[in-house]
């Protein structure tokens, strides 16, 4: 067996050790997943992740790109995804754009918030971070024809505070406003509210500026996250 499938292995049949059938079936029912689920807190996944990444000391980066993958695709219960995100933000030095197409398909199978919102805040920040080239591709992903893309494209700068890319921000929201395609979606209204909130914090003019200049094609709940703390 390969490092990156033991690794995959081993964290498999920790989770599994893990469970706990009665927050499974309450996990699954909060969440509405089709996929059953461990019953296995976050905190737990991070810490088996983290105890599975250190007994494998020369563990490369071919063998943890594979890992992730090997996690996310064979998933049999959420937590695996989970574990997923939680083994690429664990190695968040080996960020880079050549795992975006992995993020991307990540994104459009996960198509949950639970997970779409770790990758886009923690893996997608941390490429972004690393290569403000990949704007290009999140441009894209505002437009794509996935709103769970549209809402990593939202929210993927929402740990950045000053080092905010401004020009994308308003790019990505305003290709999501109310009237677009995805527009309507409370997934998007909300990612929009929680992005705008987050960077009034950093830059409340901005904040306001945004809203007054949009505010005929702005939603209603966007409009009240953005300004939640400035009223």
């Given at each position: 067996m390969s490092t990156d499938?033991?690794?995959a292995a081993a964290v498999r049949a920790a989770l599994s050790a893990a469970a706990n059938p009665e927050r499974a079936v309450?996990?699954?029912?909060?969440?509405?997943?089709t996929m059953p689920c461990y019953g296995v807190g976050?905190?737990?996944?991070?810490?088996?992740?983290?105890?599975?990444?250190a007994q494998r000391p020369e563990l490369t980066r071919d063998?943890?790109?594979?890992?992730?993958?090997?996690?996310?695709?064979?998933?049999?219960?959420?937590?695996?995804?989970?574990?997923?995100?939680?083994?690429?933000?664990?190695?968040?030095?080996?960020?880079?754009g050549d795992l975006m197409d992995l993020y991307e398909s990540m994104a459009v199978t996960?198509?949950?918030?639970?997970?779409?919102?770790?990758?886009a805040s923690h893996l997608?920040?941390?490429?972004?971070?690393?290569?403000?080239?990949?704007?290009?591709?999140?441009?894209?992903?505002?437009?794509?024809?996935d709103p769970w893309l549209r809402r990593v494209a939202i929210c993927c700068q929402l740990r950045f505070g000053s080092d905010t890319d401004t020009d994308l921000l308003a790019e990505v929201i305003v290709a999501n406003l109310f009237d677009t395609k995805f527009g309507t979606s409370f997934f998007i209204r909300?990612?929009?509210?929680?992005?705008?909130?987050?960077?009034?914090?950093?830059?409340p003019g901005w904040v306001r500026g945004f809203v007054d200049s949009h505010s005929d094609r702005l939603a209603t709940l966007s409009r009240r996250e953005a300004l939640r703390h400035l009223n």
């Amino acid at each position: 067996m390969s490092t990156d499938d033991e690794l995959a292995a081993a964290v498999r049949a920790a989770l599994s050790a893990a469970a706990n059938p009665e927050r499974a079936v309450q996990q699954q029912a909060y969440l509405k997943s089709t996929m059953p689920c461990y019953g296995v807190g976050n905190p737990t996944v991070r810490m088996i992740v983290r105890n599975a990444c250190a007994q494998r000391p020369e563990l490369t980066r071919d063998e943890w790109a594979a890992a992730i993958k090997s996690l996310w695709t064979g998933a049999t219960h959420r937590e695996e995804c989970l574990a997923a995100i939680e083994l690429a933000d664990a190695k968040r030095r080996w960020a880079g754009g050549d795992l975006m197409d992995l993020y991307e398909s990540m994104a459009v199978t996960g198509a949950w918030w639970d997970l779409v919102d770790p990758l886009a805040s923690h893996l997608v920040a941390e490429v972004l971070r690393r290569e403000p080239e990949q704007a290009s591709r999140i441009r894209a992903w505002a437009r794509a024809d996935d709103p769970w893309l549209r809402r990593v494209a939202i929210c993927c700068q929402l740990r950045f505070g000053s080092d905010t890319d401004t020009d994308l921000l308003a790019e990505v929201i305003v290709a999501n406003l109310f009237d677009t395609k995805f527009g309507t979606s409370f997934f998007i209204r909300k990612a929009i509210g929680w992005a705008l909130r987050e960077y009034a914090q950093v830059d409340p003019g901005w904040v306001r500026g945004f809203v007054d200049s949009h505010s005929d094609r702005l939603a209603t709940l966007s409009r009240r996250e953005a300004l939640r703390h400035l009223n």
